[in-house]
T-cell receptor, first 109, second 113 residues
Framework: KNEVEQSPQNLTAQEGEFITINCSYSVGISALHWLQQHPGGGIVSLFMLSSGKKKHGRLIATINIQEKHSSLHITASHPRDSAVYICAVKRADTDKLIFGTGTRLQVFP | DAGVTQSPTHLIKTRGQHVTLRCSPISGHKSVSWYQQVLGQGPQFIFQYYEKEERGRGNFPDRFSARQFPNYSSELNVNALLLGDSALYLC????????????FGSGTRLTVV
C-alpha cells in the first residue's frame, strides 16, 4: 500500500463546478504539499500545510492531522485549472517528499 | 530572482551511455533534491543534498549518483542507462528548516532508446 493515496485518479468537470481532490497518508508528517503539474512537466507548489486551512484565490486546502487526510478544493473551476494535482508529504523523520500518484483534472468549457 | 533551473530540458541517449543532469537552486537555498517521474506516476525520491553532503537516498541502484557543489548547484549522474531510466527528472530546492517549502524546476525529460 502506498504511503500517500489520492482520489480520484481522474476527474472531469464542467466550467464553474466545485472540485474536491482528496489525499490520505499513513505516516507521521511534518508538512503536506499540494502541487500542480502541467503537461510540460513543470511543477508549481500551490500550498504547504502543517495544520488547518489555507486559501489562495479560488483554491482552498485543508488538513486534518488526526485523520491523516487533506483535501484540495477548487471553486468556480475553469479550463485553465486542467492539470495534474499532486499531494506530497514530508515525513517527520526525513527530509524527503513522498508523492501521491496525482489526480488528472480536466475542466471543459 | 531566477527560479530553479535545470539543464538540459530534453535529452535522448542510447542504452549503456552515461548522462549528467544539472540543477541550479534558488539563491539562498542550500538543499537540492532529485526526483524521478516515470510517465503516469508520481515522482520518486532519488537523492537529497544539503551543504554538499548527501542527506538522503531513495531506492535506486548504484548507477545513480549525485553531488552538490560549493555554489549549491547539483549534478545527477546515471551510468549504464537502461530503457527504464526514461523519465522526467525533477530537481527541487529548499531552505532546510523544521518546515520548509520546495521550489521545483521544470525538469529534464530523458529518453533512452
Amino acid at each position: 500500500k502506498n504511503e500517500v493515496e489520492q482520489s480520484p485518479q481522474n476527474l472531469t468537470a464542467q466550467e464553474g463546478e466545485f472540485i474536491t481532490i482528496n489525499c490520505s497518508y499513513s505516516v507521521g508528517i511534518s508538512a503536506l504539499h499540494w502541487l500542480q503539474q502541467h503537461p510540460g512537466g513543470g511543477i508549481v507548489s500551490l500550498f504547504m500545510l502543517s495544520s488547518g486551512k489555507k486559501k489562495h484565490g479560488r483554491l482552498i486546502a485543508t488538513i486534518n492531522i488526526q485523520e491523516k487526510h487533506s483535501s484540495l478544493h477548487i471553486t468556480a473551476s475553469h479550463p485553465r485549472d486542467s492539470a495534474v494535482y499532486i499531494c506530497a508529504v514530508k515525513r517527520a523523520d526525513t527530509d524527503k517528499l513522498i508523492f501521491g500518484t496525482g489526480t488528472r483534472l480536466q475542466v471543459f468549457p | 530572482d531566477a527560479g530553479v533551473t535545470q539543464s538540459p530540458t530534453h535529452l535522448i541517449k542510447t542504452r549503456g551511455q552515461h548522462v549528467t543532469l544539472r540543477c541550479s537552486p534558488i539563491s539562498g537555498h542550500k538543499s537540492v533534491s532529485w526526483y524521478q517521474q516515470v510517465l503516469g506516476q508520481g515522482p520518486q525520491f532519488i537523492f537529497q543534498y544539503y551543504e554538499k553532503e548527501e542527506r538522503g537516498r531513495g531506492n535506486f541502484p548504484d548507477r545513480f549518483s549525485a553531488r552538490q557543489f560549493p555554489n549549491y548547484s547539483s549534478e545527477l549522474n546515471v551510468n549504464a542507462l537502461l530503457l527504464g531510466d526514461s523519465a522526467l527528472y525533477l530537481c527541487a530546492s529548499s531552505r532546510v528548516g523544521t518546515v520548509h517549502s520546495y521550489t521545483f524546476g521544470s525538469g529534464t525529460r530523458l529518453t533512452v532508446v
